[in-house]
């Protein structure tokens, strides 16, 4: 079974810090890119970074750019998210999102983690 | 940066036709997808690539683009096709992925 797990999530004081794992299975993790989308509460959905198959390409939302770093460990099926200089409105459901970009044709976000949460508060 | 501009809301009665809008500069020339989102779950890709649909989404479901919008559209409604539906684009000059802001789909 095709599969995405996230783990990290929690409450944290503004201007603390946060790694975000998902340990990914029943697929060939490098064979695709990855990607993290986000959700505050009540919100709609926020792409916030994804990464090439190879960790050679980063990208990332305009509003995490210097916080937020995106990586992967091929060997272990895993990618994570360290969240530094964290702020009230990084609080949100985090979703680990196996990502078709193939060629430079994306064909969509075919499997998401059930989300892990994180709460940026004092 | 690309914006993609969903209605907030869409209601249907069972076993009518709902359409959901997703507008933006030139869509066409870019693969829209949607994905549905039930309350307190995870999205699921329901059409990628503008009309193409995953491995076990009904045929119910379908996309279209015609200018600057693109429709999801969804034949005899459900009251299971209640939920939030999301459009989105891969905007290859920013290498952002873009999504709409999302419609809540009310079976009435």
């Known amino acids: 079974e095709v599969q995405l797990v996230e783990s990290g999530g929690d409450l944290v004081q503004p201007g603390g810090s946060l790694r975000l794992s998902c340990a990914a299975s029943g697929f060939t993790f490098s064979d695709y890119w990855m990607s993290w989308v986000r959700q505050a509460p009540g919100k709609g959905l926020e792409w916030v970074a994804n990464i090439k198959q190879d960790g050679s390409e980063k990208h990332y939302v305009d509003s995490v750019k210097g916080r937020i770093t995106i990586s992967r460990d091929n060997a272990k099926n895993s990618l994570y998210l360290q969240m530094n200089s964290l702020r009230a409105e990084d609080t949100a459901v985090y979703y680990c999102?196996?990502?078709?970009?193939?060629?430079?044709?994306?064909?969509?976000?075919?499997?998401w983690g059930h989300g892990t949460t994180v709460t940026v508060s004092s | 940066s690309y914006v993609l501009t969903q209605p907030p809301s869409v209601s249907v009665a069972p076993g009518k036709t709902a359409s959901i809008t997703c507008g933006g500069n030139?869509?066409?020339?870019?693969?829209v997808h949607w994905y549905q989102q039930r309350p307190g779950q995870a999205p699921v890709l329901v059409i990628f690539?503008?009309?193409d649909r995953p491995s076990g989404i009904p045929e119910r479901f379908s996309g279209s683009h015609s200018g600057n919008t693109a429709t999801l559209t969804i034949s005899r409604v459900e009251a299971g096709d209640e939920a939030d539906y999301y459009c989105q684009v891969w905007d290859s000059s920013s290498e952002h992925m873009v999504f709409g802001g999302g419609t809540k789909l009310t079976v009435l």
């Open positions: 690539y503008d009309s």
């Open positions: 030139n869509i066409g020339s870019k693969g």
């Open positions: 999102v196996r990502t078709a970009l193939i060629l430079r044709i994306f064909y969509g976000m075919d499997v």
